[in-house]
């Protein structure tokens, strides 16, 4: 029974980080970019308004984070035979790690879809690669899935957080047959 109980873990683990690359590939390509004119060689400045962009892509890595901790978090609840400390536990550190994996595949995918110019003249207008601003944008997945855990265990009526399989609800006493008989002193 044991073994039954941490099957669940290792796919939950797999999901969240494959989720994650995918998540990384969907925000390389929708991050904006900032565009620089290059006013000398190796300096450039930005564009009016560009310096949004670098707010806009954090802000975007950030949304797709806490996006799959909700999913992670009330998917790894949908097991009850794998509730508990482990679950948390391996859905808090694969959502930590899952997000370094979508930071560097998203940043990759930037790079490939907006190389660096080689030597750009003066007076051009170059695009550059969408960046994290911070890396701390990698902490909205994890801590988002353990919130969703924690706010779910907290609204759950059960005590064991309804951990049971059905072979132990079997062996449970029907507490309305208990209330319906009739009681006797001695």
Do not use: K, Y
């Amino acid at each position: 029974m044991r073994h039954a109980m941490r099957r669940p873990i290792p796919i939950v683990v797999a999901v969240v980080l494959v989720a994650s690359a995918l998540a990384g590939v969907v925000w390389g390509v929708l991050a904006p970019t900032e565009h620089l004119m290059v006013v000398e060689e190796n300096r450039g400045i930005l564009l009016t308004g560009e310096s949004a962009h670098r707010f806009d892509a954090l802000a975007l890595f950030v949304c797709i984070g806490v996006g799959l901790g909700v999913v992670g978090g009330v998917g790894s609840w949908s097991t009850p035979s794998s509730r508990g400390p482990a679950m948390t536990i391996a859905l808090t550190m694969s959502s930590l790690v899952g997000a370094v994996v979508a930071a560097g595949v998203g940043l990759g995918v930037g790079g490939l879809l907006h190389p660096r110019a080689a030597s750009p003249a003066v007076g051009d207008v170059i695009s550059l690669a969408p960046g994290l601003s911070t890396p701390l944008a990698v902490l909205a997945q994890p801590l988002v899935a353990a919130l969703v855990v924690v706010v779910l265990a907290s609204l759950s009526r059960s005590d064991d957080l309804r951990r049971h399989t059905d072979d132990d609800a079997a062996e449970d006493t029907d507490v309305s047959s208990v209330a319906a008989e009739p009681r006797t002193r001695p």
